[in-house]
């Protein structure tokens, strides 16, 4: 916690970098808006992205409350108070989706890099990999300044695509939005699924929490970070409404929109924006997997691991993601379980969450947020006999 810290880091910084974990490269394309939203109609789809923002907000409330009252700057310190010694569960089921995640980032970026520069789709993928690598390593303050230049390079381009596409097409969003008034079908299983599917951004941005001084704090910041995420989605969501049908099966809904547009130069510059996002998405990622190293490294030998051994340890499985899980099939086989592995999160995070929530309002009036720092009643007993394992001793190191 710093005692100098700023509005913007108090109230603005955790839900830009909840939205750097979220927008990735699906979100930034449209094509998971197309998957999830589109289905459910124009106004279901709506409403659905608002029941998302909704349940990110609480979720991301009721994190940042606990992590800021048991001074949790990483995932395993934040779930080892929470599941006790299961906290385990939960990091197999993370990393196992940062591999997916982080492979599909990979090819990805070769792809961009590309049809951008005429690259081989191994440069594209080994710049990904340095700038992830270099930002994590320059440490939390240049991880950041790059959650604030990159969200505002983000929100710009989206701003001028959605003023280019609304102006050329506004007319074709409109009619849709007006032809039908009904919520379509499942709009709130499909709003549910994507903020379930997400979920896992609100524990990876940990790092944050130290600026938070107050529980006011973590209240503002999390009802913010919904909003503040879902809101680039709203906007290109009415843009890609214009587009129906055709958009609704197109690979890269992006493209089919700033194709009809006909200008090339800002068709570039939104790639290059989708580059950023997987850069952002990446970072976060990593900063997390990063600190809880760090925290673990600490804990046995005394002393944090300097620059090199972090560079290394990170380039390691940023390398070990994109080139040798994919290689030897990890990515599709763990793939063929990434349903599942959303379901592990929502049961390892999500559910333990609320109902420690629960039980503190109802039978301990709320001491987990309201207590100082110090004086937090331990969950672990209760969380950990509902799992069916012990709590860890106080000086138990995993």
Known sequence: ??????????????????????????????????????????????????????????????TFLLARAIRANDYRTFFRH???????????????????????FGAA???LAATMFGWPRIVGTLVLVAIITGVVQAGTNAVERMFKLMSAFMYLVYAIAACLILYRFGGGAMAQLSNTHELGQDWVLNGVTYAGYNMFAAVSILLVVRHLLCRRDAVIAGALAGPLAILPAIVFYICMIAFLPDIADAPLPSDLMLGQLGLPWFQWLFRLMIMVALVETGVTLMASVDGRISVNWKERTGAAPGRGMRVAIIAAILLMAVFLADGIGLVALIAKGYRLLAYAILATYVVPLLAYSAWQIWTRR?????????????????????????????????
């Open 82 to 104: 929470l599941l006790g010694r299961g906290w385990w569960t939960f990091e197999v089921a993370y990393l196992a989706l940062i591999v997916v995640v982080l492979a599909v």
């Open 366 to 398: 709320g001491q987990a947020f309201t207590a100082p720092v110090g004086e937090l009643p331990d969950p672990r007993p209760a969380l950990a006999d509902a799992l069916g394992a012990h709590p860890p001793q106080a000086k138990t190191r995993n």
């Open 109 to 111: 970026a070769g792809e």
């Open 1 to 62: 916690m710093t005692a100098a810290a700023s509005r913007f880091q108090r109230y603005l910084l955790p839900g830009l970098a909840f939205k750097s974990a979220v927008i990735g490269g699906g979100y930034a394309t449209g094509r998971e808006l197309a998957e999830f939203f589109l289905p459910s109609g124009p106004w279901g789809g709506l409403a659905a992205m608002v029941l998302s923002m909704l349940i990110w907000s609480v979720i991301c409330i009721l």
